[in-house]
């Protein structure tokens, strides 16, 4: 079962949630989008931050957690609106929790 849960907000910029959330790179997590139901929060694997126009995975509200093993990568999110103009001026929010 996932253990250490933690909510992690985030904007319309690249954001790390693996240095955010203090979990070690390469641990396996599971990740929720706990926003709005119109929020789409797109995520990345990488060692350094995704380009601006990279085209990541994208995870709606209504999506079931997802599971991610990624070796040393780094888990990389942002927030992601059909309505362009509102997304930087909103934020949501990310669940991480460790797999144990």
């Known amino acids: 079962m996932p253990d250490t849960e933690t909510a992690i907000e985030i904007g319309s910029s690249w954001t790390n949630l693996t240095t955010l959330s203090g979990i070690p790179s390469g641990t396996e997590v599971v990740l929720q989008n706990i926003g709005l139901p119109q929020d789409v929060i797109e995520l990345a694997t990488s ?3 995704p380009a ?3 085209k990541g995975v994208y995870m709606k509200q209504i999506t079931p ?3 991610v093993t990624i070796g040393e990568a780094d ?3 942002r927030l992601y609106r059909y309505d362009k103009d509102q997304s930087r001026l909103r934020t949501a929010k ?3 929790q460790v797999v144990t």
Do not use: N
């Open 47 to 49: 060692l350094t931050e």
């Open 52 to 54: 601006i126009d990279f």
């Open 65 to 67: 957690m997802m599971r």
């Open 75 to 77: 888990i990389w999110a």
């Open 94 to 96: 990310v669940q991480i």
